[in-house]
Antibody
Framework: QVQLQESGPGLVKSSQTLSLTCTVSGGSVSSGSDYWSWIRQPAGKGLEWIGHIYTSGGSTNYNPSLKSRVTISLDTSKNQFSLSLSSLTAADTAIYYC??????????WGQGTLVTVSS | QSALTQPASVSGSPGQSITISCTGTSNDVGSYNLVSWYQQHPGKAPKVMIYEGTERPSGVSNRFSGSKSGNTASLTISGLQAEDEADYYCCSYAGGATVVFGGGTKLTVL
């Protein structure tokens, strides 16, 4: 079981770009066959898959509804992976979780970080 | 890619059994045995309760079970307990290395 911890700004302005980092401990982002993922949850609403990056080769996949604005990357030297989401609007206000999936199930989650987009 | 359909709420009394459905399409739930279920208590991160449709992770009570018929997956909780009161989400592999979540179901233990 790995531990994940999100970090980043809690408040960002509309139209700007959000950058979040997930630090992984108890495991390596560069080994195994895991997908390192970002998932978000607006207040009082359901979970939305944002996208993920694969351990081996670093290939990425994104939610089609967000694809034009999302980039997920790996930093193996720091054992971290990151999320970049551009052209923010109020609809992007949510709790952002990083998670690790194996066999398409998310077994490990970070505690989540609240991001508020202000005008 | 549309969200999977779950009932907004279900309820049951302690000791009873409840079932939460999760309806998708032939592009996701119907094509793969890769549905997972998550329990989320208020203010907490989700916790996986079922993976690959029917498998329970170590440490998850055997009161939780999963099944699938056609395009609909189901989570059954037997011997309902007060601590089971939470939100539950299904998630399915949707092809092309993508996944889709359900809208969530609020379980109330009466």
């Amino acid at each position: 079981q790995v531990q994940l911890q999100e970090s980043g700004p809690g408040l960002v302005k509309s139209s700007q770009t959000l950058s979040l980092t997930c630090t992984v401990s108890g495991g390596s982002v560069s080994s195994g066959s895991d997908y390192w993922s970002w998932i978000r949850q607006p207040a009082g609403k359901g979970l939305e898959w944002i996208g993920h990056i694969y351990t081996s080769g670093g290939s990425t996949n994104y939610n089609p509804s967000l694809k034009s604005r999302v980039t997920i990357s790996l930093d193996t030297s720091k054992n971290q992976f990151s999320l970049s989401l551009s052209s923010l609007t109020a609809a992007d206000t949510a709790i952002y979780y990083c998670a690790c999936s194996t066999a398409w199930a998310y077994r490990d989650w970070g505690q989540g970080t609240l991001v508020t987009v202000s005008s | 890619q549309s969200a999977l359909t779950q009932p907004a709420s279900v309820s049951g009394s302690p000791g009873q059994s409840i079932t939460i459905s999760c309806t998708g399409t032939s592009n996701d739930v119907g094509s793969y045995n890769l549905v997972s279920w998550y329990q989320q208590h208020p203010g907490k991160a989700p916790k996986v309760m079922i993976y690959e449709g029917t498998e329970r992770p170590s440490g998850v009570s055997n009161r939780f079970s999963g099944s699938k018929s056609g395009n609909t997956a189901s989570l059954t909780i037997s011997g309902l307990q007060a601590e089971d009161e939470a939100d539950y989400y299904c998630c399915s592999y949707a092809g092309g290395a993508t996944v889709v979540f359900g809208g969530g179901t609020k379980l109330t233990v009466l």
